[in-house]
Every structure is written in C-alpha cells, then in structure tokens.
C-alpha cells in the first residue's frame, strides 16, 4: 500500500510540475545557414546560426504536448526575437534595443501536438554578439505560452556578425619616442585598421641606445569598458605577445615586426554600444632593461569583420570612428 500510495504521488506531482508543454524551434534554412562560435559566461563555448544586419529570420515553433488527453489552457502564444545587453554586475536590470513580436495564437487550449510559422522580415541587428568580462550582448528568440499561475518560456539562441567594408582611409602609424638622452626609438605599422585575419607587419629602429635593454615585446592588448561616468569600469586582457628581440640593441638597428591576428580569439572594435560598453584594442610595445625596469608606449588600433568571399551585400556596415589616439603613459613607469 505505502509504494502504490508513493507511486501516485510521484505521478500527480510530475504531471503538476514535469514540463505539459515541449517547445522547439527550427529554422526554415537550417540546413544551409552557417554557425558560429560564442563563449558563454562561463568560459564554454555554444555553437549557434550565424545571422548578420537586415537578414530576415523564418522558421516553425513546434509544440509537443505531453500527457495525451489532457487539455493544456494558455492565454496566448508568442515568439519575440530579442536584442538584449546584460551588466553581469547588475543581472536584474537587462537592456532591450530590439524587441519584435508575432502573435502565433489566440487565448484558446491544446489538446494536441501543433506548430506554427513565423518570419521577421529584414531584421535590424545594429550590433555583435558578445560576451565579455562583465557584459554580454546577445540575440535570441523567445517562445511564451502566457498562463495563468506560469507562462512555459523557451529561449533560442543567435549570433549576430558585423560585417564592415575596406576603410576609405587607413593611415600607417609612425611615431619616434624615448627617454632624453637614454633611449630614441622610431617605430612603425603599416596600417592603424586591420580585420580579424589580418597581419601586422610593421618595424622597430632604434636612433640612439645608452640604457641596456635585454628584452622587447609586442603586446595586443584588450580593453572591455562598462557603465558611465563615476562607475565606469575597465577590464584590461593581453590577448597576443610577440617577442621582437631578447639582447642588446645597438644604434642604427632596425628590427621588423610580423604578428598574425588569425590565431587568436577577437572581436571588431566596439565603440559606445548602446551607451553601455566599448570594446577596444591596443598595440603596446614593451622594453626591459638590466634592472628590470619597464619601458612601454601604447597605440590603439581599430579591428574590423571582413566579410566573407560568398558573401555579395550592398549595404555592409561602413565602420567610422575618429583616429586612434596614444595611450599616456603610467606614472609608475618611466615615459618612453
């Protein structure tokens, strides 16, 4: 009597709580849309369809009713798709810059499995998905069954791409720095845009050497802003060092420089999104001497999508941002 009397309960209680409603999404050109890569919070990364601006985005909501014969009331069904930005720091308080609905049915019950169609047609997507330190900007589409006491919610995730064409003006960076009668280096990269896959190729020559410098390096380095004003906040990442020499320099050297972006997991840069975050990225050159002292001067530099060869759109993001500015300098380390 007590398994029979234990056995019911279980039932009742996984027919009151277990999931009455299975919800699934799929996309009507799944088969040929290409997927892509996106780091979650916690460091994992999911793989999701690959969406960029002004596509539209169609498919079917297929429901599966569980625990045949029961009737499963609701007050209506829907599908969003939503442009969201999460502040890890304040997870309750979301941003949503897009927020486009279709009403798939009227209030009414299921009583068996159904499926609807939907489509948003030519979406705007003005911004890249990202997940960063302590921001995260992502797409997804929503399916809500509304109900009385709780609404059965199923998110779909996207991931949204960029793309951006050659930039009109791409200026080299040449820039002379050093200590007053210590140090005088030039150095130079060929350009101050590059996209993903690109390679920075570009020369150091030193002018006049009287400390003893025993290593320098290249440094690529990340810069995640969050927030405005006082509670700004700023997350600072090395993504790429490159080793140009370990020994001495002499006068009248020249050392070339050759870094490859293709190995390394980076985004476009990312100005002002939204009011809430940037994302930006620095060439930072770094000698050591003897004593172990630190010698750096910081360039920005912009980063930006290529699209892809199969790829034939008109209208690509043009990317306009005012000239990389130098970096000063901290004041616990000596100004190159």
Known sequence: IFLCRSLCL??????????????DVLLNDAENRKTAELKTEDGKVEKHYLFYDGESVSGKVNLNVKQGGKRLEHQGIRIEFVGQIELFSDKSNTHEFVDLVKELALPGELTQNRSYDFEFMQVEKPYESYTGANVRLRYFLRVTIVRRLSDLVKEYELIVHQLATYPDVNNSIKMEVGIEDCLHIEFEYNKSKYHLKDVIVGKIYFLLVRIKIQHMELQLIKKEITGIGPSTT???????????????PVKGESIPIRLFLAGYDLTPTMRDVNKKFSVRYFLNLVLVDEEDRRYFKQQEIVLWRKAPEKIRKINFQRYESPEPRTQPVKEEQPEM
Do not use: H, N, R, W
């Not at 279980?10 to 919800?23: H, R």
């Not at 993504?239 to 140009?244: N, R, T």
């Open 10 to 23: 279980q039932s009742f209680l996984g027919g009151l709580f277990g999931p009455v409603c299975e919800i």
């Open 234 to 248: 700023t997350e600072t990442e090395t993504v790429a060092k490159y080793e140009i020499m370990d020994g001495a």
